[in-house]
């Protein structure tokens, strides 16, 4: 089945430093990447979505400057936190659509940054 | 917009239990409506996706039901075993979006 490699699966930087974190669709093209975040016992929620050589879509409140959103190919798409602080610490998981219509989405394993 | 919640929070049951978790949303103008399974620390499974014409899904001791025009789902789980220890999430598709807009998700441990 569809897979999707997330990495790192945690990290740990200082603050004012940013964050890359990348999605690879191993087996198949993922057109769309959808970025999420979740706090603790909270549940996930969108930040932006990803379309492979445009200009990726933010939700409301989301800083485009902060979390720069980059899906240059069909196989990969990378999330950068910059300038990270401690309240930028969250556990973030991206996801690939394999189908259409909300059918169909394969998630990647999820990255714990810890932002001291 | 649309808001998705899910009762209990949190749920404690010994082995064997059938168990039945809830979902509501606030707007029935849904195209599907999925359950996800998260392990700490991990990313998504899902368990079980339903379309908006369906009115639930079986996939071996789960059962997900859907009732559109009151705003509800229910994720029922037979004979629940300490491996389905785990976070339950419900998940809306709005019409003509790829977005999924989650619930709060369900904590469930499941003693032996």
């Known amino acids: 089945g569809a897979v999707v490699s997330q990495h790192p699966s945690w990290v740990i930087c200082k603050s004012g430093t940013s964050v890359k974190i990348e999605c690879r669709s191993l087996?198949?093209?993922?057109?769309?990447m959808f970025w999420y975040r979740q706090f603790p016992k909270q549940s996930l929620m969108l930040m932006a979505t990803?379309?492979?050589?445009?200009?990726?879509?933010?939700e409301q409140g989301v800083e485009k400057d902060k979390f720069l959103i980059n899906h240059a190919s069909l196989t990969l798409s990378t999330l950068t936190v910059t300038s990270a602080h401690p309240e930028d610490s969250s556990f973030y998981i991206c996801?690939?659509?394999?189908?259409?219509?909300?059918?169909?989405?394969?998630f990647g394993s999820g990255t714990r940054l810890t932002v001291v | 917009k649309q808001e998705v919640t899910q009762i209990p929070a949190a749920l404690s049951v010994p082995e064997g239990e059938n168990l039945v978790l809830n979902c509501s949303f606030t707007?029935?103008?849904?195209?599907?409506l999925q359950w996800f399974r998260q392990d700490p620390g991990k990313g998504l499974t899902s368990l079980l996706l339903?379309?908006?014409?369906?009115r639930e899904q079986t996939s071996g001791r789960l059962n997900a039901s859907l009732d559109k025009s009151s705003g509800r789902s229910t994720l029922y789980i037979a004979a629940s075993q300490p491996g389905d220890s785990a976070t339950y999430l419900c998940?809306?598709?709005?019409?003509?979006?790829?977005?999924?807009?989650f619930g709060t998700g369900t904590r469930l441990q499941v003693f032996p």
């Open positions: 998940a809306v598709t709005k019409y003509n979006t790829d977005k999924l807009i």
């Open positions: 996801s690939a659509r394999t189908g259409r219509g909300g059918y169909g989405y394969t």
């Open positions: 707007d029935s103008a849904i195209y599907n």
């Open positions: 990803s379309n492979e050589g445009s200009k990726a879509t933010y």
């Open positions: 339903i379309q908006s014409s369906q």
């Open positions: 087996d198949f093209q993922a057109t769309t």
